[in-house]
């Protein structure tokens, strides 16, 4: 999988992200393939960059990962999150049945698919940001909630609160929601309202359930530490939905493209909040987190001990240590034959980095070689 900017995409390429349009509705879908048009409207769209399977433009086609959400349960998701803001911002209310509807969808595809491991395709949804991190942030929190046995009506409180967790952010000026430079202070205390304004709003609407479904918008910016925000509780003091989502809250944010960042790799979002987050997540559950969230998706390209490789397959518990084909020596000589190496087993080997898009685009035309293409021999 590599991420190209739309002016180097070709006919012919195959999507390995699905793109929504602004009403939420899926305008193409992973596995689809790139004609000169679809092309010409993404750039039209405004999208920079997209996620491919790999360069080849002829001959069969990697397939992505096959989603845990489907197509259809996402992009209603979306549709229907974007409708409540709108609702509650015109109205001051919400039917909440077309969302419980949403959610319920949403759980449903989490316990059907637990066989897949949540890799990166399943993230990567441009434009209308908050709606789509909402459902992101949902279906993250919906999985952990599986492994942590939730009940099904704990289970459903989780994710319906979790599609609304940032709904305060509607009394945040636009301004300062969409600034793609830092904020200044002042601006950051009034973001830091959000989950207040949102628990009290959906606590005053007309809603079974709405102090339940308030917990997720008022705790999920709580630290484990008390360093948090709005009301510094502290370990077992926040709910177990606020700790959970605060996990998911966090893993999407840095794994999307924002107005002033690049999208991270998963196994930099890995290691920033294993590594360089101490005190913020219930440790617990961060394990539980990676041990279901590919670190090293399939297709991703790994410099190592004993040269450069794909990634070819992920075990569930063991998303650190994939099993990586490896192509080329450590002075980028390609092998003749290609050798599988199981970083589970072979403890005298390591990873020592992810190839970013630029590197990967160097060796491919350098040596004129996909590595994506070694995919397709399993
Ligand atoms: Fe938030």
């Known amino acids: 999988m590599i991420n190209l900017p739309v002016n180097r995409l070709k006919p012919g390429m195959v999507m390995a992200q699905s793109i929504l349009n602004s009403s939420g509705a899926s305008f193409l879908t992973r596995g689809q393939n790139l004609t000169n048009n679809y092309i010409e409207k993404l750039r039209q769209m405004g999208i920079r960059e997209i996620h491919v399977s790999s360069t080849l433009t002829s001959g069969p086609s990697v397939p992505p990962p096959e989603e845990v959400l489907q197509e259809r349960t996402r992009a209603i998701a979306v549709k229907r999150v974007y409708e409540m803001f709108q609702q509650v911002s015109d109205s001051k209310t919400l039917d909440p049945v077309p969302l419980a509807r949403a959610s319920a969808s949403i759980v449903n595809d989490i316990v059907a698919r637990r066989s897949n491991l949540v890799q990166l395709t399943d993230l990567r949804v441009h434009d209308m940001y908050t709606f789509a991190h909402s459902?992101?942030?949902?279906?993250?929190?919906?999985?952990?909630?599986?492994?942590?046995?939730?009940?099904?009506?704990?289970?459903?409180?989780?994710?319906?609160?979790?599609?609304?967790?940032?709904?305060?952010?509607?009394?945040?000026?636009?301004?300062?929601?969409?600034?793609?430079?830092?904020?200044?202070?002042?601006?950051?205390?009034?973001?830091?309202?959000?989950?207040?304004?949102?628990?009290?709003?959906?606590?005053?609407?007309?809603?079974?359930?709405?102090?339940?479904?308030?917990?997720?918008?008022?705790?999920?910016?709580?630290?484990?530490?008390?360093?948090?925000?709005?009301?510094?509780?502290?370990?077992?003091?926040?709910?177990?939905?606020?700790?959970?989502?605060?996990?998911?809250?966090?893993?999407?944010?840095?794994?999307?493209?924002?107005?002033?960042?690049?999208?991270?790799?998963?196994?930099?979002?890995?290691?920033?909040?294993?590594?360089?987050?101490?005190?913020?997540?219930?440790?617990?559950?961060?394990?539980?987190?990676?041990?279901?969230?590919?670190?090293?998706?399939?297709?991703?390209?790994?410099?190592?001990?004993?040269?450069?490789?794909?990634?070819?397959?992920?075990?569930?518990?063991?998303?650190?240590?994939?099993?990586?084909?490896?192509?080329?020596?450590?002075?980028?000589?390609?092998?003749?034959?290609?050798?599988?190496?199981?970083?589970?087993?072979?403890?005298?080997?390591?990873?020592?980095?992810?190839?970013?898009?630029?590197?990967l685009l160097h060796f491919i035309h350098e040596m004129n070689f996909d590595p994506a293409s070694l995919l397709l021999e399993d």
């Open 135 to 359: 459902v992101n942030v949902a279906m993250l929190s919906a999985l952990l909630g599986v492994l942590c046995n939730l009940t099904a009506e704990e289970l459903s409180e989780l994710t319906l609160g979790t599609l609304m967790h940032d709904i305060g952010k509607l009394s945040i000026p636009r301004e300062i929601l969409n600034k793609p430079s830092r904020l200044n202070d002042a601006e950051f205390a009034v973001i830091k309202r959000h989950p207040i304004e949102g628990s009290n709003l959906i606590r005053s609407l007309p809603i079974p359930n709405a102090k339940q479904l308030s917990i997720v918008a008022r705790q999920h910016h709580e630290h484990m530490d008390g360093r948090g925000y709005p009301d510094r509780r502290r370990e077992k003091q926040i709910h177990i939905y606020g700790r959970i989502a605060a996990i998911a809250d966090v893993y999407d944010a840095l794994t999307s493209v924002r107005p002033y960042k690049k999208a991270y790799p998963p196994s930099l979002a890995y290691h920033m909040m294993k590594n360089c987050s101490a005190g913020h997540f219930d440790e617990e559950l961060l394990g539980l987190f990676f041990s279901n969230v590919a670190i090293y998706p399939v297709g991703t390209v790994l410099g190592t001990t004993a040269g450069y490789g794909i990634v070819c397959r992920v075990e569930f518990g063991r998303t650190d240590l994939p099993v990586v084909r490896v192509f080329a020596d450590k002075d980028l000589r390609l092998l003749g034959k290609p050798i599988d190496i199981d970083f589970s087993e072979d403890s005298r080997e390591s990873i020592n980095k992810v190839l970013n898009d630029r590197e």
